[in-house]
């Protein structure tokens, strides 16, 4: 865990139980919502066959991303999160969404 805080910048273990559960409840969140969802841009098992689950998992990407920063500005972790998001998507080469 130590580790984990000096990589995080994270000062203590309140912080970062905190994290991990904004984690655990955006996962959660995420999966649980994505079934609604799916229904809600006509996205189904029967039309897409062996391709429902990828599209599902790429609709579920984003709602992960908004669902990530919204929970952990609810648990007070704003700061934390939007760093998380900005660094990952410049890792997958969105960067140019925002500026330095």
């Known amino acids: 865990m130590k580790n984990l805080k000096q990589r995080w910048v994270i000062e203590t273990n309140l912080q970062l139980t905190i994290i991990f559960i904004v984690f655990a409840i ?28 990828p599209v599902r998992l790429l609709l579920i990407f984003p709602l992960y991303q908004v669902l ?10 704003f700061k934390f999160f939007w760093a998380f998001e900005k660094k990952m998507l410049k890792r997958m080469g969105l960067g140019f969404l925002f500026k330095e």
């Open 26 to 53: 955006t996962g959660s969140a995420s999966a649980w919502l994505s079934k609604p969802f799916c229904f809600w841009l006509g996205i189904t098992k029967s039309d897409l066959g062996y391709w429902f689950t």
């Open 68 to 77: 990530l920063v919204l929970i952990g500005f609810i648990f007070g972790q």
